[in-house]
């Protein structure tokens, strides 16, 4: 019964989206539509939550972006980064018009909800813009540096592991609360894209690293080192996927003050602005 009701949830959403979504035949060029303005005239909070409520349900968004922006099939939008524009009218045109020769289509609702959606697609990609960390920056980045052993495989401003995502804007498009869930329950919100595997060969070698890709007759990943490495099934005794996440919980490893602090060094980390 449950299978059921989940299958019929699950077709009526797919109904609704695509009553939002254009189909665009193959080989069918539309006219593109500008924005109505430069400035988007729906951008309150109450606003870019009536937007989430269009993603998550009858846009269709999160079919391709997943529920919370991160991505999937499609692209990360908490990223903040935006292949055709970031303002608001590039945004707008983004979602109005789609992306010619990718899965996104154009959408055919009203200005208003394709303003309230730009309105929820750059609240994904700075949700810490407007807080402000009660810890030292300093002295987080020292716990970083040294207790936290973070580098070994996180990246911030290319320097670091590859191993872990990158820090560089992470303050930008992280809440505080979301900074501080990931170094005590770093399994809490894993992104798929840095899922651990661990691959027992048939010679007892064990080689823990992210998964990268994977198919019937064999699966690549990159270890511990950064190395790409690559196994034919046939040769692999066992593939392991029951420790998700690489990272260690911190929450007692580091005192609350260095939690703080190093959930303040992480906030302050917003790119280039």
């Not at 665009?24 to 593109?32: F, H, Q, T």
């Not at 292949?83 to 208003?112: C, H, K, V, Y």
């Not at 992470?170 to 992104?191: C, F, H, M, Q």
């Amino acid at each position: 019964m449950r299978r059921l009701l989940k299958a019929t949830l699950g077709l009526a959403l797919a109904l609704t989206a695509a009553a939002f979504a254009q189909e665009v035949p193959a080989g069918v060029d539309l006219p593109r539509s500008a924005a109505p303005a430069a400035k988007n005239p729906f951008d309150t909070p109450a606003d870019a939550e009536l937007g989430r409520m269009t993603f998550v349900t009858r846009g269709g968004c999160s079919y391709c972006h997943a529920n919370d922006g991160t991505g999937g099939r499609g692209a990360n939008l908490t990223l903040g980064e935006y292949r055709f524009g970031g303002s608001d009218a590039e945004l707008f045109e983004t979602i109005r018009n789609g992306i010619a020769g990718s899965d996104m289509p154009p959408t055919r609702g009203p200005d208003q909800d394709i303003w309230r959606l730009v309105a929820f697609v750059k609240h994904l990609g700075s949700q810490g813009l407007d807080e402000k960390a009660p810890g030292d920056p300093a002295a987080g980045k020292i716990v970083y540096d040294t207790k936290g052993g973070c580098a070994a495989c996180h990246t911030i401003n290319q320097r670091g592991g590859v191993i872990g995502p990158d820090l560089t804007r992470v303050g930008r498009r992280r809440s505080l609360k979301y900074l501080e869930e990931s170094i005590v329950s770093p399994e809490a919100d894993l992104p798929l894209a840095y899922r651990a595997v661990r691959v027992v060969t048939a010679s007892g070698e064990t080689v823990t690293g992210i998964r990268l890709n994977e198919d019937d007759i064999s699966i690549q990943l990159r270890d511990m080192n950064g190395n790409l490495r690559a196994f034919l099934k046939d040769k692999v005794k066992e593939i392991q996927r029951d420790k998700p996440s690489l990272m260690p919980s911190y929450g007692t490893a580091l005192g609350k003050k260095e939690i703080e602090d190093l959930v303040a060094y992480l906030s302050s980390l917003r790119g280039a602005s």
